[in-house]
Nanobody, 126 residues
Framework: QVQLVESGGGLVQAGDSLRLSCVAS????????MGWFHQAPGKKRALVAA????????YYADSVKGRFTISRDNAKNTVYLQMNSLKPEDTAVYYC???????????????????WGQGAQVTVSS
């Protein structure tokens, strides 16, 4: 069974930075595209950023382009989300996710995520 464990959330002020990490228990982690989602109270979970299995291709939601960076270290079974210039509207629970099968596609997955972490709370005060 795949386990994804996030860390790095917290309470920060607007303009600050945070880095989220997500460690996967799967030995073949390097074959899977990964994503970060966020969910604010009363809103649907939404894709924030995604990265292909090799790390060579990434996707960002318009709201975070230029501020967030997704990366991965396949040797450490870890995917990261560096969040800079945080805004109060970034406040949400952030989840890392793994696509449902090891597609090894060149593009990052936008759908078909099957495995989820427990979530990390990020709160940005104004």
């Amino acid at each position: 069974q795949v386990q994804l464990v996030e860390s790095g959330g917290g309470l920060v002020q607007a303009g600050d930075s945070l880095r989220l990490s997500c460690v996967a228990s799967l030995r073949t982690f390097g074959n899977y595209g990964m994503g970060w989602f966020h969910q604010a109270p009363g809103k649907k979970r939404a894709l924030v950023a995604a990265i292909s299995w090799s790390g060579g291709s990434t996707y960002y939601a318009d709201s975070v382009k230029g501020r967030f960076t997704i990366s991965r270290d396949n040797a450490k079974n870890t995917v990261y989300l560096q969040m800079n210039s945080l805004k109060p509207e970034d406040t949400a629970v952030y989840y890392c996710a793994m696509e449902s099968s090891p597609s090894r596609r060149p593009s990052p997955p936008l759908v078909n995520y099957a495995y989820w972490g427990q979530g990390a709370q990020v709160t940005v005060s104004s």
